[in-house]
């Protein structure tokens, strides 16, 4: 009896450390996936590594000192303000004057100001504000390095293109078939103009003609027109969009580099122009390296 027993009670230990044995091994939790922001004002912690392609929009990349948000577009390598400056502030919060009557703009450049397109009777909402080059600079010296390290006007994380960025910026749309209308890899304008508001024309592959073909890139160029001492009623809006660079002409310092597009053009954005710096012309602002 004793001998059962002690058998009985050995097969009950060894079922129990059997049982104990076998215990369930851990669940490991499905890894979650990363949710990339590109070019947004994401959780700056993701760290994941995203490539734009040329003509991909970013909504709302940047807000100004006045809460106006803007869409950026990536063009190349460079990302890119994808529509005109409207702030009345520097990032500092130091407003921008304005000229009414244009009067104290037209005999100075070295005092900034800021114009609404049209001698004032054009929507600010759509075209933005015209500004002279000192306001464009608040202070900072010519540039023409890439990238240009002058923030100007621009909000923080953004600066003014220098006559050098400009022509990366021509040269890769033009490295892109899709973007080139007609048989010269210089006919671009199209592709950087926006598809409403420009005169309309009888040219062929220009800005004005068959303008639902504009825009390829996003870019959206609007026809803002410019305001200069010649002509205090402003000039050419719906026919003329002009950008500020922050690069001086190295043979006369009182000029200063743009680019432009008109509504019979499609080749003049490759044009290396020059204009006075108590000129108005629209500005785009360009995001700098590494910034989100």
Known sequence: MKNKFWILSLVVSLVLVVGSCQREEPVEEPEQPVNPTPGGNGDNSDTTTVVLTTGTVIPNAVTDFDGNQYDAVVIGNQVWMAENLITTHYANGEEIPLT??????????????????????ADVEVY????????????????????????????NGWHVPSDSEWKEFADTISSHPEYVVGDDIRYIDKAIASTTLWRSSTYLYSVGNDQSLNNA??????PAGSLHGGSPSGCGL???????????????????WHRYINNQSSRA???DGKVSKDHGLSVRCLRDEGAR
């Not at 890139?217 to 609007?222: A, D, I, S």
């Open 217 to 222: 890139t996003h870019f959206g160029l609007l």
């Open 128 to 155: 933005g504000y015209l500004y002279n080059w000192p306001a464009v600079m608040n202070g900072a010296f010519s540039s023409d390095a890439n990238p240009s390290g002058v923030q100007g006007i621009c909000p």
């Open 269 to 271: 954005f490759h044009v």
């Open 100 to 121: 009414e009557g244009y009067a104290l703009s037209f005999f100075t450049s070295t005092e900034p100001y800021r114009y609404v397109p049209d001698a004032g009777t």
């Open 238 to 256: 719906g026919d003329f969009a002009l950008v500020w660079s922050c690069t001086e002409y190295k043979d006369n310092p009182e000029k200063v």
